[in-house]
Each structure stands twice: as C-alpha cells, then as structure tokens.
C-alpha cells in the first residue's frame, strides 16, 4: 500500500543561518577604519565579534538571517512557513526561537550546546544605505543532515535554501539531504546571497543548481560571477538554459523573471529615502515566494517582491515594520 499523500500546507520552508542581527549606522570612514569589506558579508570569529559589538553604542537588536528574513516576509503577507536554523540554549537563542514563535513560524531545529554559542551578525549602514555585515555563525556552522526534519520538509511547497549556508560541510550536506525529500509538486530555491559566495563556491553551486534546484534567486553581480560572465546579458541567456526560474535584481533597475519562455520585467518601486538596505533581497524573494506558492503569475509575484524591498528598505532592520500583505492590497 502506498504512504498517506503529505498534505502541502507550508508555502515556505527556509533553510539558513540563524542569527541575531545587530545593526548600527556608521560613517564610510569607519568602514575602512575596521578594514571590513563595504556592501560585504565578512566572516568573523567570536573574538571580532565581540570586538567590534564593544565598538558601538546604538544599536538594533533582531532576530535574524537571510532566509529567516524570508519565510518572515512570507508570513507579513499572509503564507504560512517554517525554518531549519540553529541556535544554541542560550540567551539569544531563546531570543531568537521566541520571535519566530510569535510570528507563527514553526521552528523545531534541535539546540546547541551553550558551549557552540548562538550566531550574531554585526550591520553597519553606511548613509547611502548599504550594509557591511560582519558575521559570526556560532551555532548556526554546526547544523547536519540530523538536524533536518524531513516531516516538516515534505509539508513544503517551496523549499528555499540560502547560499551563506554553504560553507561549512555539515550544513551543506544537510541542504542537498533536504532537497532530495521535497513531495511531489513541491520545488526547491536558492538564494545566491551574495558575490563573495559565490565566488567561494562556483562550481558546487552549479553542482546543486543543476541536481536540485527549480527556483534561483541573485542579484545582477552574482548571476554574472556565477558564470563567470562579462556581461549581464550573457549571465542571463546562460541561467534561463539551467532552471525553471531565475529572479534577478538589478537596484533601482528593478528586476526581471527569467523562463525558458520569457522575461517578466519589473520595474523598481521609487521610494523617498534609502535608509537601510538589510534585508532587500531577502524580503524580495519572500514576496516572489508567495506568489509562487500560491499560483500567482510570473508579473504578479514580482511585483510582490517589489512592494516588500520597497517597505523594507524605508526603515532600519530586515523585517517589515507594516503588514505586506496589507500592502499588497488586491494583488494577494
């Protein structure tokens, strides 16, 4: 007899580091002073971080990572998620698995020792809006394919995993074990996260992109550093041959959604001032993300997108501040 067919009542599941975000405006010159790398994810060990956290004295405290950032947004606008992400029975951690229990996000990923303490991420925002991220993983390095419920990954619709998870082995190992056991008709993301990335790993990314992968989400920089390509032209006739959907953007050049078929441009939503980009791409993709889930077209789920980037970079912190789907008004 076969097994009871999983009931796909989880639009998102993500996958990522979790971490508590700590974000401070600073000045470029204080940029260069720390020698960090503007615009940048820079990996720290426990000793910097808690250097350069001794270094600012207004800050913002949340909960956060780039794909808790995510399936945050796909809650803003009404979906339904969970999370595999590691923290450890410390404070923060209690912080962290708080938050995503009042946001009603199912997180069960088993805990870490205190002695494997729960990640952080230092956010400078420099005035033009851009963010320098000094990270340290913590707990978050050690998450294994043990950690994987994979109950939770077969309620998924969308399975969206996140590049800066790809680093250590365990985890790695731990994101191809969950996307081999998505249900039928569910699918599998990925987020690029950023140029450094991928930069460290060009070809086991396209190992996974081409094994695993239905849905790729990047920027302009990193779609091009994926292929190698001297022009962005060139980068996304490449993708469009390798998944179902590549969802690229460009800033204020808004984005496009690329299909064997077609493109679906989106043009970006003006906003009146740019304080604090954390979190754009992230809540882009959780608008796409929904729409996704919920059937919508290709012009529609971008424009979801949009209107969350949008919200998102008018305030300091990676989370809305106001109910997306609210927002969204009748496109949701």
């Known amino acids: 007899m076969a097994p009871p067919k999983t009931e796909l009542d989880l639009d998102v599941v993500g996958f990522g580091n979790a971490l508590v975000d700590v974000l401070s405006h600073q000045e470029d010159e204080f940029i260069d002073q720390i020698g960090s790398t503007k615009g940048a994810m820079n990996l720290i060990d426990a000793e910097r971080s808690a250097e350069l956290y001794a270094l600012v004295a207004d800050r913002v405290t949340v909960s956060g990572g780039s794909a808790a950032n995510t399936v945050i947004g796909v809650n803003s606008f009404g979906g ?25 996000i199912e997180h069960t990923t088993p805990r870490a020792p205190t002695d494997e303490p729960t990640g952080r991420c230092i956010v400078f925002v420099t005035p033009d809006g851009e963010r320098t991220l000094n990270t340290f993983l913590g707990a978050s390095n050690g998450l294994t394919p043990a950690d994987v419920d994979l109950d939770l990954i077969a309620r998924a619709k969308l399975l969206f995993l996140e590049g800066y998870l790809w680093d250590p082995p365990g985890a790695k190992a731990a994101m191809r074990y969950a996307a081999s056991a998505i249900s039928d008709g569910a699918q599998v993301a990925l987020t690029l996260s950023d140029q450094f990335c991928v930069e460290r790993h060009r070809s086991s990314f396209l190992d996974l992109i081409d094994d695993h992968v239905d849905v790729l989400f990047a920027n302009d920089q990193e779609v091009m550093s994926l292929f190698e390509a001297d022009r962005l032209e060139l980068a996304l006739d490449l993708v469009r041959e390798r998944v179902d959907l590549a969802v690229i953007t460009m800033g204020a050049k808004g984005s496009v959604l690329i299909t064997k078929d077609g493109t679906t441009s989106i043009a970006a939503d003006p906003v009146a001032t740019v304080v604090d980009k954390t979190g754009a791409g992230d809540l882009y993709a959780s608008g796409v993300l929904y ?13 979801l997108g949009s209107i969350a980037a949008e919200e998102v970079i008018g305030h300091i912190g990676p989370r809305p501040e106001t109910s997306l789907r609210e927002l969204a008004g009748k496109l949701v």
């Open 80 to 104: 339904t998620s969970a999370y595999v992400g590691r923290v450890a029975a410390d404070d923060l951690g209690d912080v962290f698995s708080y938050d995503m229990s009042q946001l009603g």
């Open 291 to 303: 729409g996704l889930a919920r059937g919508y077209d290709l012009e529609r789920c971008g424009q």
